[in-house]
Each structure stands twice: as structure tokens, then as C-alpha cells.
């Protein structure tokens, strides 16, 4: 038996490792690591380390970067660098990288950049693309210890296939990211790294084993991340950190050369797969992966091509799971599944309750199938070096008890029946995907995930699962601790007594959905559809609507002004929002004195009469007057503001081009100093965050609630109540026609010339 000690002399070693290769031109201070918010997620934008260009950068996709790079505005030496500008500062406060790879990443970005500027050409698909990895995938000439003291000594001889093949797309890995003991937590601690913390809120987890990925992730310190999932391991830190991840089917991905202590476990197998900042980036991961046949090399897997492309389906049945009947989801899970529900129906998406099937019997198969050997593989590891157990790891071995060979077999059994029951219910009742929690909760104290249930059935099942966000937050005004709840059994007591809202208030909400064996393309496809479905018209009463600029929700497809809107956006409806609407759109109108954007409208009336397909629309807006702030003595205001030019113009097509930064800057300070109403210095930082007229700020700005009952309207359900009431209304989606908009552009446009013309 070593000595108490021993076992920290050896884990100093990483610790050292990890030490001296942090980039320490980077640092901050420790006075700027001070904060009162237990949010950092905006300590890049404050802290002075990142120029306005880097931070632009790290707010990229994948997709992003290969557009500016294939332009030649930006090369991947100057990307690279502010990732890890951005990584140092993320592991200063979050803890959750094992090791930086500073050295390599920039010299894979010089040969990059040398082989763009010689051939003209992107090396590859992933071509200059950041990738964070976990520690246990192997990586050439470096430690891969798993979590485990004892595993220290194992120096990887060659990267996983993985990293081979994602290098040879062009990727360039940054960092290696931390992981829990035994790799069997929903949460990420070990003696050697220690405890890796959630940007979000420093004291909820960051999710597991991958919690140093979803911390990558969501501090954006790269732009794709490789975790692995037996789980929810990928799952699981991609839901707590605001992110995508995608757990694809077994036998897609290449799991040669994951190191751990539990090789041979068959009865369910791991898988490896990404997390990323979009859907559009988990599809180009896998598709760069899987095009360059790794089944040739790695011979366990299915030689399956990653098939078409990322469209969305035509016709789909999306299957709602509210619970799985063994542990009933917290209140802003629940609250986030019906708004989807009805969202898809108002969409047309055919929708139908999925009640849950033998959840608890599918977790006692997965359980004992875990740990066959009682736990003893685990166990061994810890003895070898004298390290203590942690918690988590315990309780993880709580579930475990030896099995003889006969036994594992009849649990072998007992899994592929149900499998064959489960996709048997699926195709009866016509269900191609199902959306469900990705978790109990929106987040989860640190060491307190202890049920794994929401996750683990699909990989008792073998389907693929992603998980993404929805951009709604906690909210504990309406999330309430439902009063007189009767707990379905003591797992469910246990989460039940865990949810805080005052705790989890503001933390981001995320979904799972879950399609069919080995249809990892066709799970993928559906999440784009959620993704992409209109967003929400948020009304006060039936008959007043409201600008949606408040309710941007993925930001990844979005432009640079969109995405700084999002960054302080998903403010729930109020008055204020009313006057935070008008505001804006007053803000970028055209300054005459005839009044705002005449020019453009004389231009549309003239549009409009050449088109004989013209119809004349109205609407009535009623709002009572402390909902409809007027700026009084608007030719004072359009004579403060003679003189200045707006270099905004309608395309081609009818859109209005966005107006230029520095004269948006200039009419903003110009106009809201003659605004008398502006209640306080909060709602000028929204709206000039909102204008895309970035200040940092030291603090998050705080959220405004709404003092009313919000209706929640999609496009669809507008227009009934439009048709309904034979109301019309001057919508204007482009220089061709003026009728109801069919599409979320069109929606949107007509909504801001509403706004415009009240």
C-alpha cells in the first residue's frame, strides 16, 4: 500500500504540467478575477485582454471562421490566438483545462495560413477550426490519466484515430479539458485538476465527465469540443453550459485510442462525439470525421457514410416527453417542453405526448450493466495510488454489484428486448424524434447530479441525441416550487427538495432530442428544424403586439450586431419592453425633419402602386398610455438631429441595410440625451448593447420581468387572429409586395414597418 502521500507528490506532476504551460502573457490580475456576479460569462468582454476583433472572432461558428478565412480577412494564426486569449482567462476562473497545447496550435496555424497563402485554398473542412479535447482521448507524447492518480504514468504513444482525423480536416487543438474520477460523474472533479466550475454560475456544476468541454464551451474557449458519453458524459455539460452536443450512435465515431480503466466493458459502450457553439457545427464535425472512412482504419465500426445534407424535414412527428415517470422535471424544464409544444404545433409540426415506457426498468438493466464487476476495475485504480474516493465516485458504485458471466448475459438479454420494444413503440405510433429533458433540472449544485435517468436511456437504447439550447432562462418569479407536490419515490423527493429557484434563476434552460438508431443525420436535421421554427410574438393583451427585438435565441446564425443583441437579450415582456421596442426602432430611423424614414416609405407607396397584387391592410394597436410612450416635440428632435447622414439603404431585394456603427453611435448619444422618459441608466445599456453599440460592462445587465400576463403568439396564430377578426394592416416585406408575410424574414420586416408606422 503506498504511502498517505504519495499519491500528491504524483498529481503534482499534471499540476506542474498544467502550470508551466499556461500562456502567462495572458493572465489577469488577480483584482480583475474578483467578482461579485457568480455569472463570468461576460468577464471577456470587461477585462481588457481580448481587442473588439478577438472577441469577435471567439463569438464565431465554425461555419464563421471558414468564411472569413476563405475571404482572407482573417488568419487562423490571429483566430488561434485569441482562443487561447480567451481559454487562459477561462481556466483563471473556471479551472478546466488540463493542459494548454500553445506551442503546437500556433504552429499548426503558421503552416495553415502558409498553405492558404500558396494555394488559395482551405486545407480542409475543419481548416483553422479550434477544438478543446478531453483528457482521457489520447493525444501523441502527453499523460492521459483518466481522472485517476494511478493512470499518470501512461504517456500516449499517438493520438486517438479522432484527433488524427480531425487534424488531417484541418482543426487545431488548443487545450485538453478536465474530467471527473472514474469518468462515471454527471459532474467534474478529480485529485489531480480539482473541481472545474460552471461559467454560468461558479456554484452549479458544469455537467459530466466532459465538464472541462462544456466549460470550454460555454466561455466559448473554442469553437468545437470532443467529449465522450456512456451517460450523458456529453450530454450532460453541453445542457449545464448553454451549448450543443451530440451523443451519436455506437459504432459511428472511432473510439480507438480512448484511454480508461474500463476497456472490455461491452454491454454499453461509450461513444465519442462533439460539442458545439450550433447544430450547423456538430453536423460538420461529424460529417468531416466520418467522410474520411474511419471505419477502414478502426474495424469495429459501421462502415456507414455521414448521408446528405443539413435540411430541414419536410414531414415529421415530434414525440413531447414530459417526464419519464420516475423523477418529475423541475418547473422551468416543464415550463420549456410546453412552450416548445406549442411553438412546433403553431408551426404545423405534427406533435404527440409520448408517455414514458419502462424508464425505471431501462435504468436497473443500465445500471448493473455498468459495473459488472462490482466496481472492482475502479476500485484497483484507486488503490494502486492511495488516492481517496470521491463522493460522486461512491455513489456511482453504490449501483454496482458483481454479476457472473450467466448473468450479464441475461441482462444482455433484458437491454436488447427493450431496445426492440422501445423502437416497436416508436414506429406504432409514428414518432420519428422525441423531445425530452436533457436533465431534471436547467442546472444542478456542484457534486449534487446523482440521477442520470434523462440521459442514460438513450444509451441503453443506442439512439443518438442532441442537446441545444432553447433561450429561455429560469426564471423564479414563474418557476415556482410547485407547493403540495407528493414525491413519486425518494429519487424524485431528492430532486424535487433540490430545486432553488432563487438559485438557479437566470441559468440557461436547454432540450434533448432524441431520434432512431443510427439515424444520427435525420436527429440532426430535426433539432435544425426547432432551431429554425419563427420566433415568438410576445403580446401584453390579444391586441397589442410588441416588437420581438428581445426574444433573439440562436445567436449563432445571426450577424455580429444580432449576436451582440443576444448576449444581453431574453428579457421577458413589460412595459418597459414596449418602450425598449419603440426606442429602438426610433433610434435607427433616418433623421428629417418630415419625420422619420420618409424616404423609404415615399419609395414603398410608389413600389406598392405598380404591383397589382397589392392589398391595403389595417390593424388596430390598442395600448393603453403608459405602454405607449410618445416623444414629445418630435421637431425639436429632428432638429437636434438636421445634418446628420444615415447610410442605410434598401437592397436589392428590400431589406434595409444596417446602418454604420460609428453613425449609429453618434445619433445614439445625440437622441437619448433628449429622451426624458428613460427610466434609469439600465434601459440605455440595453438599448445600446441591443443596437449593437457594445460597452463592457462589469456586471451582467439584470433582467426586467414583465408586471402582466404574457401571450405568447407565433406567426401562424397571428395571422389566424388577424384573419379571424378581418383586420389588416400595411405589412411590407419587400419592394414587390404588401401582403401577410409567409416566412420568418417577412414576419419580421413587416413587424418593424408596424412598429415604424404606430
Same mark, same amino acid.
Given at each position: 500500500?503506498?504511502?498517505?502521500?504519495?499519491?500528491?507528490?504524483?498529481?503534482?506532476?499534471?499540476?506542474?504540467?498544467?502550470?508551466?504551460?499556461?500562456?502567462?502573457?495572458?493572465?489577469?490580475?488577480?483584482?480583475?478575477?474578483?467578482?461579485?456576479?457568480?455569472?463570468?460569462?461576460?468577464?471577456?468582454?470587461?477585462?481588457?485582454?481580448?481587442?473588439?476583433?478577438?472577441?469577435?472572432?471567439?463569438?464565431?461558428?465554425?461555419?464563421?471562421?471558414?468564411?472569413?478565412?476563405?475571404?482572407?480577412?482573417?488568419?487562423?494564426?490571429?483566430?488561434?490566438?485569441?482562443?487561447?486569449?480567451?481559454?487562459?482567462?477561462?481556466?483563471?476562473?473556471?479551472?478546466?483545462?488540463?493542459?494548454?497545447?500553445?506551442?503546437?496550435?500556433?504552429?499548426?496555424?503558421?503552416?495553415?495560413?502558409?498553405?492558404?497563402?500558396?494555394?488559395?485554398?482551405?486545407?480542409?473542412?475543419?481548416?483553422?477550426?479550434?477544438?478543446?479535447?478531453?483528457?482521457?482521448?489520447?493525444?501523441?507524447?502527453?499523460?492521459?490519466?483518466?481522472?485517476?492518480?494511478?493512470?499518470?504514468?501512461?504517456?500516449? $504513444?499517438?493520438?486517438?484515430?479522432?484527433?488524427?482525423?480531425?487534424?488531417?480536416?484541418?482543426?487545431?487543438?488548443?487545450?485538453?479539458?478536465?474530467?471527473?474520477?472514474?469518468?462515471?460523474?454527471?459532474?467534474?472533479?478529480?485529485?489531480?485538476?480539482?473541481?472545474?466550475?460552471?461559467?454560468?454560475?461558479?456554484?452549479?456544476?458544469?455537467?459530466?465527465?466532459?465538464?472541462?468541454?462544456?466549460?470550454?464551451?460555454?466561455?466559448?474557449?473554442?469553437?468545437?469540443?470532443?467529449?465522450?458519453?456512456?451517460?450523458?458524459?456529453?450530454?450532460?455539460?453541453?445542457?449545464?453550459?448553454?451549448?450543443?452536443?451530440?451523443?451519436?450512435?455506437?459504432?459511428?465515431?472511432?473510439?480507438?485510442?480512448?484511454?480508461?480503466?474500463?476497456?472490455?466493458?461491452?454491454?454499453?459502450?461509450?461513444?465519442?462525439?462533439?460539442?458545439?457553439?450550433?447544430?450547423?457545427?456538430?453536423?460538420?464535425?461529424?460529417?468531416?470525421?466520418?467522410?474520411?472512412?474511419?471505419?477502414?482504419?478502426?474495424?469495429?465500426?459501421?462502415?456507414?457514410?455521414?448521408?446528405?445534407?443539413?435540411?430541414?424535414?419536410?414531414?415529421?412527428?415530434?414525440?413531447?416527453?414530459?417526464?419519464?415517470?420516475?423523477?418529475?422535471?423541475?418547473?422551468?424544464?416543464?415550463?420549456?417542453?410546453?412552450?416548445?409544444?406549442?411553438?412546433?404545433?403553431?408551426?404545423?409540426?405534427?406533435?404527440?405526448?409520448?408517455?414514458?415506457?419502462?424508464?425505471?426498468?431501462?435504468?436497473?438493466?443500465?445500471?448493473?450493466?455498468?459495473?459488472?464487476?462490482?466496481?472492482?476495475?475502479?476500485?484497483?485504480?484507486?488503490?494502486?495510488?492511495?488516492?481517496?474516493?470521491?463522493?460522486?465516485?461512491?455513489?456511482?458504485?453504490?449501483?454496482?454489484?458483481?454479476?457472473?458471466?450467466?448473468?450479464?448475459?441475461?441482462?444482455?438479454?433484458?437491454?436488447?428486448?427493450?431496445?426492440?420494444?422501445?423502437?416497436?413503440?416508436?414506429?406504432?405510433?409514428?414518432?420519428?424524434?422525441?423531445?425530452?429533458?436533457?436533465?431534471?433540472?436547467?442546472?444542478?449544485?456542484?457534486?449534487?447530479?446523482?440521477?442520470?435517468?434523462?440521459?442514460?436511456?438513450?444509451?441503453?437504447?443506442?439512439?443518438?441525441?442532441?442537446?441545444?439550447?432553447?433561450?429561455?432562462?429560469?426564471?423564479?418569479?414563474?418557476?415556482?416550487?410547485?407547493?403540495?407536490?407528493?414525491?413519486?419515490?425518494?429519487?424524485?423527493?431528492?430532486?424535487?427538495?433540490?430545486?432553488?429557484?432563487?438559485?438557479?434563476?437566470?441559468?440557461?434552460?436547454?432540450?434533448?432530442?432524441?431520434?432512431?438508431?443510427?439515424?444520427?443525420?435525420?436527429?440532426?436535421?430535426?433539432?435544425?428544424?426547432?432551431?429554425?421554427?419563427?420566433?415568438?410574438?410576445?403580446?401584453?393583451?390579444?391586441?397589442?403586439?410588441?416588437?420581438?427585438?428581445?426574444?433573439?435565441?440562436?445567436?449563432?446564425?445571426?450577424?455580429?450586431?444580432?449576436?451582440?443583441?443576444?448576449?444581453?437579450?431574453?428579457?421577458?415582456?413589460?412595459?418597459?419592453?414596449?418602450?425598449?421596442?419603440?426606442?429602438?426602432?426610433?433610434?435607427?430611423?433616418?433623421?428629417?425633419?418630415?419625420?422619420?424614414?420618409?424616404?423609404?416609405?415615399?419609395?414603398?407607396?410608389?413600389?406598392?402602386?405598380?404591383?397589382?397584387?397589392?392589398?391595403?391592410?389595417?390593424?388596430?394597436?390598442?395600448?393603453?398610455?403608459?405602454?405607449?410612450?410618445?416623444?414629445?416635440?418630435?421637431?425639436?428632435?429632428?432638429?437636434?438631429?438636421?445634418?446628420?447622414?444615415?447610410?442605410?439603404?434598401?437592397?436589392?431585394?428590400?431589406?434595409?441595410?444596417?446602418?454604420?456603427?460609428?453613425?449609429?453611435?453618434?445619433?445614439?448619444?445625440?437622441?437619448?440625451?433628449?429622451?426624458?422618459?428613460?427610466?434609469?441608466?439600465?434601459?440605455?445599456?440595453?438599448?445600446?448593447?441591443?443596437?449593437?453599440?457594445?460597452?463592457?460592462?462589469?456586471?451582467?445587465?439584470?433582467?426586467?420581468?414583465?408586471?402582466?400576463?404574457?401571450?405568447?403568439?407565433?406567426?401562424?396564430?397571428?395571422?389566424?387572429?388577424?384573419?379571424?377578426?378581418?383586420?389588416?394592416?400595411?405589412?411590407?416585406?419587400?419592394?414587390?409586395? $404588401?401582403?401577410?408575410?409567409?416566412?420568418?424574414?417577412?414576419?419580421?420586416?413587416?413587424?418593424?414597418?408596424?412598429?415604424?408606422?404606430?
Amino acid at each position: 500500500m503506498p504511502a498517505a502521500k504519495d499519491w500528491e507528490r504524483k498529481a503534482q506532476i499534471c499540476r506542474d504540467i498544467l502550470e508551466n504551460s499556461i500562456p502567462k502573457q495572458w493572465l489577469l490580475p488577480s483584482e480583475k478575477l474578483l467578482t461579485k456576479s457568480h455569472n463570468v460569462t461576460q468577464v471577456p468582454y470587461t477585462c481588457g485582454i481580448l481587442s473588439d476583433e478577438e472577441l469577435r472572432m471567439t463569438e464565431q461558428t465554425a461555419a464563421g471562421l471558414l468564411s472569413k478565412y476563405q475571404s482572407g480577412e482573417w488568419k487562423v494564426e490571429q483566430v488561434i490566438i485569441a482562443f487561447l486569449k480567451r481559454a487562459t482567462i477561462g481556466q483563471q476562473l473556471l479551472n478546466f483545462v488540463t493542459e494548454f497545447l500553445t506551442g503546437e496550435a500556433l504552429e499548426t496555424a503558421k503552416a495553415l495560413d502558409k498553405h492558404f497563402e500558396t494555394t488559395g485554398k482551405l486545407i480542409g473542412p475543419l481548416h483553422g477550426v479550434p477544438i478543446s479535447v478531453k483528457e482521457h482521448v489520447s493525444y501523441g507524447g502527453k499523460i492521459t490519466h483518466a481522472g485517476f492518480v494511478s493512470q499518470i504514468g501512461n504517456v500516449a $504513444r499517438e493520438d486517438a484515430l479522432l484527433v488524427q482525423l480531425l487534424k488531417k480536416a484541418g482543426a487545431v487543438f488548443t487545450v485538453r479539458t478536465n474530467q471527473p474520477q472514474s469518468l462515471m460523474h454527471l459532474d467534474c472533479e478529480n485529485n489531480i485538476t480539482g473541481t472545474t466550475l460552471n461559467p454560468y454560475h461558479l456554484k452549479l456544476s458544469p455537467g459530466g465527465s466532459s465538464g472541462g468541454e462544456g466549460a470550454s464551451m460555454g466561455f466559448k474557449c473554442a469553437v468545437l469540443g470532443v467529449g465522450t458519453d456512456i451517460g450523458g458524459s456529453i450530454r450532460a455539460p453541453a445542457a449545464f453550459n448553454n451549448s450543443y452536443g451530440l451523443r451519436p450512435t455506437t459504432l459511428r465515431n472511432p473510439t480507438l485510442g480512448l484511454h480508461g480503466v474500463l476497456g472490455g466493458q461491452e454491454s454499453i459502450k461509450g461513444v465519442i462525439g462533439p460539442l458545439g457553439q450550433s447544430i450547423d457545427d456538430l453536423w460538420l464535425f461529424q460529417k468531416a470525421l466520418i467522410d474520411q472512412n474511419p471505419h477502414d482504419i478502426d474495424t469495429t465500426l459501421a462502415p456507414l457514410p455521414w448521408k446528405g445534407e443539413l435540411d430541414t424535414p419536410k414531414n415529421i412527428t415530434i414525440g413531447i416527453m414530459m417526464t419519464d415517470g420516475v423523477v418529475k422535471p423541475h418547473p422551468p424544464i416543464l415550463r420549456a417542453l410546453e412552450t416548445a409544444k406549442s411553438k412546433l404545433q403553431a408551426a404545423g409540426v405534427k406533435v404527440v405526448d409520448w408517455e414514458n415506457y419502462k424508464h425505471d426498468h431501462a435504468w436497473d438493466i443500465v445500471s448493473a450493466l455498468y459495473f459488472p464487476d462490482g466496481g472492482k476495475r475502479i476500485l484497483d485504480a484507486l488503490a494502486d495510488s492511495g488516492e481517496p474516493m470521491l463522493p460522486l465516485t461512491q455513489h456511482a458504485l453504490n449501483y454496482s454489484k458483481a454479476i457472473s458471466i450467466s448473468e450479464n448475459w441475461d441482462l444482455n438479454v433484458m437491454r436488447e428486448t427493450y431496445r426492440r420494444e422501445y423502437h416497436a413503440l416508436m414506429k406504432e405510433r409514428g414518432v420519428d424524434v422525441i423531445l425530452c429533458p436533457a436533465y431534471v433540472g436547467a442546472g444542478v449544485k456542484q457534486h449534487g447530479a446523482k440521477y442520470w435517468g434523462y440521459t442514460s436511456l438513450w444509451n441503453i437504447l443506442d439512439q443518438p441525441a442532441v442537446v441545444f439550447p432553447t433561450g429561455m432562462d429560469v426564471d423564479k418569479s414563474v418557476d415556482v416550487v410547485e407547493e403540495g407536490y407528493s414525491p413519486l419515490n425518494a429519487k424524485d423527493k431528492e430532486e424535487y427538495e433540490a430545486y432553488d429557484p432563487e438559485l438557479f434563476h437566470g441559468i440557461p434552460i436547454t432540450l434533448q432530442l432524441v431520434g432512431k438508431h443510427y439515424h444520427d443525420e435525420d436527429t440532426l436535421r430535426a433539432a435544425k428544424l426547432v432551431e429554425n421554427l419563427p420566433p415568438w410574438y410576445v403580446v401584453e393583451s390579444e391586441r397589442e403586439i410588441i416588437l420581438p427585438m428581445t426574444q433573439i435565441q440562436h445567436h449563432q446564425s445571426y450577424t455580429e450586431e444580432q449576436r451582440l443583441r443576444y448576449r444581453y437579450g431574453n428579457f421577458a415582456p413589460s412595459s418597459t419592453d414596449v418602450i425598449m421596442s419603440r426606442l429602438l426602432v426610433w433610434l435607427r430611423q433616418k433623421p428629417t425633419a418630415r419625420g422619420p424614414s420618409s424616404r423609404r416609405n415615399a419609395k414603398r407607396a410608389s413600389t406598392s402602386n405598380k404591383d397589382p397584387t397589392t392589398r391595403s391592410k389595417r390593424v388596430k394597436v390598442e395600448q393603453s398610455a403608459d405602454l405607449n410612450p410618445e416623444f414629445e416635440d418630435q421637431d425639436k428632435f429632428n432638429k437636434e438631429d438636421e445634418g446628420e447622414e444615415d447610410d442605410s439603404e434598401d437592397d436589392q431585394d428590400g431589406k434595409v441595410l444596417p446602418i454604420s456603427k460609428q453613425i449609429l453611435q453618434g445619433s445614439f448619444e445625440k437622441r437619448i440625451s433628449l429622451i426624458p422618459e428613460i427610466p434609469s441608466a439600465r434601459l440605455r445599456e440595453r438599448a445600446q448593447a441591443q443596437l449593437g453599440l457594445f460597452e463592457p460592462l462589469d456586471k451582467p445587465v439584470p433582467k426586467i420581468y414583465s408586471n402582466g400576463k404574457a401571450i405568447e403568439y407565433t406567426l401562424s396564430s397571428w395571422k389566424r387572429k388577424l384573419e379571424e377578426e378581418n383586420e389588416t394592416t400595411d405589412l411590407i416585406t419587400s419592394k414587390r409586395s $404588401r401582403i401577410v408575410p409567409t416566412d420568418v424574414n417577412g414576419a419580421q420586416t413587416a413587424l418593424v414597418d408596424l412598429e415604424r408606422t404606430n
